[in-house]
């Protein structure tokens, strides 16, 4: 994974669309930060989303587009990861 230090720390993974879901279980995704997945446990806004088996967040679906990692949570918001935080795409 390479970081564009013009795009404020934005994770830049492969260009290719890489995309998990909560179903099945055991789907990762690997960046430089580490190991996606899905937790077991459900929140309003969908399945915690696990680093490294730590909860950064919930969604329903973690995915790279252009390059950027997101995820989307079941209310429809979309978020990008920055640095080690999502930020809300608006």
Do not use: C
């Amino acid at each position: 994974m390479q970081t564009d230090s013009n795009a404020f720390d934005v994770q830049v993974v492969a260009l290719e669309s890489v995309s998990i879901t909560p179903s099945p279980a055991g789907q990762t995704l690997t960046t430089e930060e580490g190991t996606w997945s899905f937790g077991p446990t459900v929140q309003v806004s969908g399945n915690d989303i696990l680093l490294n088996g730590v909860r950064t967040g919930a969604g329903v679906r973690i995915f790279t587009e252009n390059g950027v990692l997101y995820h989307l949570n079941a209310l429809g918001a979309r978020y990008f990861r920055l640095g080690t935080s999502w930020v809300l795409k608006v």
